[in-house]
């Protein structure tokens, strides 16, 4: 899954720093994965990436989005969560 999410930031120039990556960030990214794509995500060419993800695999991003960005945060590389 952060392989997926890191490929979707590089396609979207955004920097791979805490910083950058914003909640509306998060939002987007989220809207993205669940709408259907000419051209497929994660540039795999297999016909089952071209369409909207399933809500339920949608969720599952946001949550291990969610736990990764506590995490960094317990760390203390991060001032709050998103």
Known sequence: ???????WLNQEVIPLRWEAITSETVRFSLAHFG???KEGRWEEGRPNT???ACPSTVDT?????R????????EGLLGESL
Not at 1 to 7: A, I, T, V
Not at 67 to 74: D, H, K, M, P, S
């Open 35 to 37: 709408t259907d794509t």
């Open 1 to 7: 899954m952060r392989g997926k999410y890191f490929w």
């Open 61 to 65: 991003y946001f949550r291990c989005v």
């Open 50 to 52: 071209s369409g909207a």
């Open 67 to 74: 736990a990764f960005f506590n995490f960094v945060v317990r």
